[in-house]
């Protein structure tokens, strides 16, 4: 009987193994390759905060914290053709942007020294964990890749796949320094067609100044807790998007705190204030044209009061807008152009800023 049952478990061990290789695919979890734009270290890879050590946040924040929003793998092969396996929480939906940026893969390849996109694939939700089959055809070559994960997910485990007999290996990091970015659903990337086109995502790489996005949609109000977090962000920089999700009186009541906390936790780093954009919903809309405007003034009354009472505090103007009231999806996010037009807008302010302090 002992026997038997050996006979019978080393079957079903070479059916496993036959399975794997019948496959023709050699898969590595992403968190052994190279992990861009993670703000911490955390338990789980692909968690942003480890929520188990911060406390304070509401279930839903909590959530979006998991989420692995501005987060890529860089890596090389030589592989014609990738393929994902993944397992996580793909259940959130938007109805302003697309599934590829909200549970699906960003996939760019290095050409002529410059980060050029190849392709974007999105999870079936109805089968989330079913294998995804990013991209083939692609040629024998060596590539350098960088693939951006979900802005609304949360992973347990991302493998990326590989024709068996070809090279799959960690990169240096392709992207200098860490400048870690807390914002809104702007710095998330909500309204975007694809994970690599929020605009913290476009700044790195067309600047190769890494940012770490901690972006929180609708909860982005300088909470105590989400500065808990930041006190413990080891970075040469930071950069907020602070004054798009609080109104008026919650920045008056919360902005100089948050500013005299991060300036203890962090002596002689930048702190890099960025006004909200213009939405284009105000255009015809007095309510929003009031809240916003009030919003705005608030801003920039307490900003300039904050940039001479503060050393090593600065306050910028982001735009997104060209001129054709364009550049909106929803009359509140911008879409890819308006991001890209955001994250142009903030390169030589920010890269000023970070000159004075020797980061180049």
């Not at 890529?72 to 993944?86: K, L, N």
């Not at 259940?91 to 974007?120: C, E, F, P, Q």
């Not at 306050?315 to 364009?326: A, K, L, T, V, W």
Request: charged share 20%.
């Amino acid at each position: 009987m002992k026997r038997l049952f050996i006979v019978v478990l080393i079957s079903i061990s070479s059916l496993g193994l036959h399975a794997q290789d019948a496959s023709g695919y050699v898969f590595t979890e992403a968190s052994d390759l190279t992990l861009i734009g993670k703000i911490m270290d955390t338990p789980n890879p692909y968690h942003r905060v480890d929520t188990v050590e911060y406390k304070g946040f509401t279930s839903h924040e909590n959530f979006q914290v998991r989420c692995c929003a501005g987060m890529a793998v860089a890596f090389r092969t030589d592989s014609p053709s990738i393929r994902i396996r993944h397992i996580g929480n793909f259940s959130h939906r938007s109805s302003s942007t697309t599934g590829h940026a909200m549970h699906g893969y960003d996939l760019y390849i290095k050409k002529n020294g410059k980060w050029v996109w190849a392709i974007s694939r999105g999870a079936n939700l109805d089968n989330p964990e079913k294998e995804i089959r990013l991209i083939s055809h692609t040629g024998n070559s060596m590539k350098e890749c960088l693939l951006y994960l979900p802005i609304y997910s949360e992973l347990s485990s991302l493998k990326i796949g590989i024709e068996e007999g070809s090279v799959l290996e960690a990169v240096d990091p392709p992207f200098r320094h860490k400048v870690a970015i807390y914002g809104s659903s702007f710095t998330q990337g909500i309204s975007t067609s694809r994970a690599g086109m929020a605009y913290p995502a476009q700044f790195t790489r067309h600047t190769g100044i890494q940012m770490l996005p901690l972006g929180c949609s609708g909860n982005c109000k300088m909470q105590p807790y989400f500065a808990d977090v930041l006190v413990d962000v080891e970075a040469d920089a930071y950069v907020f998007d602070t004054f798009s999700n609080p109104g008026a009186e919650t920045i008056k009541e919360r902005l100089f705190p948050f500013i005299e906390r991060l300036r203890t936790a962090h002596p002689g780093k930048p702190l890099i204030f960025q006004q909200t954009i213009r939405r284009e919903n105000r255009n015809f809309c007095d309510h929003h044209e009031a809240n916003q405007s009030q919003v705005q003034h608030v801003a920039d009354s307490l900003m300039r009061i904050a940039v001479q009472r503060y050393s090593d505090v600065y306050y910028i103007q982001p735009e997104c807008d060209d001129g054709s009231h364009e550049w909106s999806v929803d009359g509140i996010h911008p879409g890819d152009y308006g991001y890209h037009i955001w994250a142009r807008s903030i390169e030589k302010p920010i890269i000023k800023i970070l000159r004075k302090y020797g980061i180049r």
